[in-house]
């Protein structure tokens, strides 16, 4: 059984930044940021193999988001940076070993099994 637990959410400015940080039990090879606001279909943010160390990062959010392992805190972080009010969602991190779960598929929130229970940011203008 994996448990994932999300931290560091919270409000902040537009042009703000934020780090996310994704504290699991048990490991699994394929690690990912997803977020969701309501009555929207949840969207994969970005998406780290523990194992290559290759990542993705979606085209909305590319050169503002980085995601990284942070070997000395066992922990998957989301750096996200020049914030803007369209990136308020709540962000949740997911965890799985299956190879659906990169590639072309990193990015669709089905084919992950393992979720934490999500931590909200706000962002105003």
């Known amino acids: 059984q994996v448990q994932l637990v999300e931290s560091g959410g919270g409000s902040v400015q537009a042009e703000g930044s934020l780090r996310l940080s994704c504290a699991g039990s048990?490991?699994?090879?394929?690690m990912a940021w997803f977020r969701q606001v309501p009555g929207k279909e949840r969207e994969g943010v970005a998406h780290?193999?523990?194992?290559?160390?290759?990542?993705y990062v979606a085209d909305s959010v590319k050169d503002r988001f980085t995601i990284f392992r942070d070997n000395a805190q066992n922990t998957v972080v989301l750096h996200m940076d020049s914030l803007k009010p369209e990136d308020t969602a709540m962000y949740y991190c997911?965890?799985?070993?299956?190879?659906?779960?990169?590639?072309?598929?990193?990015?669709?929130?089905?084919?992950?099994?393992?979720w934490g229970q999500g931590t909200q940011v706000t962002v105003s203008s």
């Open positions: 048990g490991s699994r090879r394929f």
């Open positions: 997911a965890a799985d070993s299956s190879r659906w779960c990169s590639g072309g598929y990193w990015s669709d929130p089905r084919v992950f099994a393992y």
């Open positions: 780290i193999d523990i194992v290559s160390g290759g990542t």
